[in-house]
Nanobody, 122 residues
């Protein structure tokens, strides 16, 4: 069973950058789409970005296009989310998860980790 662990969150000023990491243990991400989601207080968990197993396809929420980049290193069993030009509205707990096939629907994802807190101050 795949276990996912997120890391790399923190406190950053608006305009700053952070890189989140998602590590898989137990089994690999093999063949899976991996996605990042975020949940702000009082809001539902929302899609941020996803990447296919090969890395050839990526998808982004409109709110992060041009600022965030998702990437993966299958040799290391890692998926990353580079976040630039951060805004206070990006403040949330960020989660990674995996899915079978290309999907942006959070209900298709599994293996949720504990999340990592990202706080962007104005």
């Amino acid at each position: 069973q795949v276990q996912l662990v997120e890391s790399g969150g923190g406190l950053v000023q608006a305009g700053g950058s952070l890189r989140l990491s998602c590590a898989a243990s137990g089994r690999t991400f093999s063949g899976h789409t991996t996605g990042w989601f975020r949940q702000a207080p009082g809001k539902e968990r929302a899609f941020v970005a996803a990447i296919s197993w090969s890395g050839s396809s990526t998808w982004y929420a409109d709110s992060v296009k041009g600022r965030f980049t998702i990437a993966r290193d299958n040799a290391k069993n890692m998926v990353y989310l580079q976040m630039n030009s951060l805004k206070p509205e990006d403040t949330a707990v960020y989660y990674c998860a995996f899915a079978f096939g290309a999907t942006l629907n959070r209900y298709d994802y599994r293996g949720w980790g504990q999340g990592t807190q990202v706080t962007v101050s104005s």
